[in-house]
């Protein structure tokens, strides 16, 4: 008895001089943490010879615009594991969602995570919670980003900021504000990027912007690896049994980089800083690094983005962990430039014309004015919209006196985020305004009216966007020599990304960058305006409403 008492004795006073001499993340990883497949066992940095430096990264904030599957995530779990059990510090792991986000978040990665591992066993007192665990006087919070009260009245010393490009970007800095008071403290914030100047892209283009550079082992010079440069795709079929020769070079003398070795020469890289003068660190890396992802596998999936605009963009985002727009997917200035005629704005409805409006609600109500020279002979019923007024206002009642002024036959106006507000302005002009949502449960161009009393219709987002956007691409819309700056800018600020389903059957969406797009709306709006006012126009003139 008293033998295993001296063990359990030197036992416990080993593993606390161990815990002691761990000061660095990076060694918390490889004392502590167990990995499965595709590199079970120890963790060890020989698979992920970038992710080093990132561990030990004390920078108050940093930043991982990073592809697909390249160890980000499991470098913010071991800064997770380490806060916890080395400093005490409680940490707020959010993600885009509570559901299914954290609780898959839950079952995927801490749970497994644990199993693997004593050490992370016997840290955590309490783990049935999906979105809080606790071990010892420090906590685990597993929060979405979606809602402002899940992130409230949490003092934390770390939070990591998962998939940034799908949460709520109004939402990260209060999140943000959960690291005030504390003395030691580190925000970490990754995601695959979308499009330029949108989410974790804004977030890197403030950072040093680093990327992973080595030696190559034929000319010795420090490289990288970037595409196209780097990738030589031997076929352009992707059946093609010679398409699994495809390889990497050295950009530099062009020799040969092989796949296998790439633990050799990659395993004395070092991150180089575009911005050596800033505070927050950035760090940008490629699935050519992965020892995961053999390069014929990246060229078939190359090969696949040169027919779908689905898989173009999951290559350069998911691939390359780059921004990537594919052609069309934002209106530019050139659209708008051959929409532009030789009229300037009105200050009244121009005859024999149907007159729409749209307005988006926000800190001003952005307006859009619409004159319709309708052709009863055209199957859709509607024709192509002039744009005779566009312009800004404070105050709902202030709408009142354009649709007077311009004899407005429809108006459809945001719904949020003031809802009360703009139920009045319907009521004001009752028949001939509705509010609108963009909602789930409706398809197409399809309108789905509310019950009378609530004035109100929900529509697809996406799809009224491409009519009512596409119109100057094809150039069915008509503006003034004297549009708006504010307004062009709105229109270039949406771009039209694409995804896939769970399904793998390619959808789209429409996202913005940190420009203001309200014109861009109203611009819709005005478009779903014009379908209601031929309805109602069927059984009074709509001309002379008021």
């Not at 990995?35 to 030990?56: K, L, V, Y």
């Not at 490289?223 to 780097?230: A, F, M, N, S, W």
């Not at 009360?420 to 789905?448: D, L, N, P, S, W």
């Amino acid at each position: 008895m008293a033998h295993q008492l001296m063990t359990l004795l030197s036992n416990t006073i080993s593993n606390g001089l161990k815990r002691k001499a761990v000061t660095k993340t990076s060694e918390w990883a490889e004392t502590y943490r167990i990995m499965g497949q595709p590199f079970p066992g120890p963790w060890s940095f020989a698979h992920h010879p970038w992710a080093r430096e990132m561990h030990d990264c004390e920078s108050e904030i940093m930043v991982g615009q990073k592809a697909a599957q390249m160890g980000f995530t499991e470098v913010a779990l071991n800064k997770t594991f380490k806060a916890i059990d080395i400093d005490g510090v409680s940490v707020l792991y959010l993600l885009p969602a509570s559901d299914p986000d954290a609780s898959d978040f839950s079952t995927s990665r801490f749970d497994p995570a644990l199993e693997m591992s004593t050490h992370l066993q016997n840290m955590f007192t309490d783990v049935k919670n999906i979105g809080h665990k606790r071990a010892g006087n420090a906590n685990l919070f597993i929060r979405g980003s979606r809602s402002r009260s899940q992130v409230k009245s949490l003092p934390v010393g770390c939070i990591i900021f998962d998939e940034v490009d799908e949460m709520v970007q109004d939402n990260i800095p209060l999140a943000m504000e959960r690291l005030s008071g504390q003395i030691k403290r580190q925000a970490f914030l990754l995601s695959t990027p979308r499009v330029e100047d949108v989410g974790i892209n804004v977030h890197y283009k403030q950072s040093t912007m680093e990327h992973f550079f080595f030696k190559c082992p034929h000319c010795s010079k420090l490289t990288q690896l970037v595409y196209p440069e780097c990738l030589v795709v031997t076929s352009d079929d992707s059946t093609d049994p010679d398409i699994l020769n495809s390889h990497l070079i050295c950009k530099e003398c062009k020799m040969i980089l092989k796949h296998e070795e790439k633990s050799e020469y990659l395993g004395a890289g070092q991150w180089v800083p575009e911005h050596s003068d800033r505070l927050i660190r950035g760090f940008h890396v490629n699935q050519l690094y992965s020892m995961a992802a053999e390069p014929y596998k990246i060229a078939i999936t190359l090969l696949k983005a040169q027919t779908n605009p689905a898989d173009e963009q999951e290559f350069y985002n998911s691939k390359l962990g780059i921004t990537h727009a594919p052609d069309g997917a934002q209106i530019s200035e050139k659209d708008i430039t051959e929409c532009v005629k030789d009229y300037v704005k009105t200050t009244g409805a121009p005859r024999h014309s149907v007159v729409t409006m749209g307005v988006d609600v926000g800190k001003w109500l952005h307006y859009e004015i619409d004159a319709w020279h309708v052709d009863t002979n055209d199957s859709s019923g509607i024709g192509r919209p002039t744009v005779i007024a566009e312009g800004k206002l404070l105050n709902f009642e202030d709408l009142d006196t354009l649709m007077r002024d311009y004899s407005v036959a429809f108006c459809v106006v945001d719904a949020s985020p003031e809802r009360r507000k703009a139920f009045e302005f319907a009521q004001r002009f009752y028949g001939y305004v509705k509010i609108c949502y963009y909602g789930r449960g409706v398809t197409g161009k399809q309108i789905h009216e509310h019950a009378e009393e609530e004035q109100a219709i929900t529509v697809d987002r996406t799809s009224w966007l491409d009519l009512s956007l596409g119109r100057f691409r094809n150039q069915t819309i008509k503006l003034p020599r004297d549009t708006s700056i504010e307004y062009r800018e709105h229109l270039k600020a949406l771009t039209r990304i694409y995804e896939k389903d769970r399904d793998g059957n390619p959808i789209s969406r429409y996202i913005k960058s940190n420009l203001n797009d309200h014109f861009a709306h109203a611009r819709n709006y005005a478009e779903i305006a014009i379908q209601l006012g031929i309805k109602i126009g069927t059984s009074q003139d709509i001309t002379g409403v008021f």
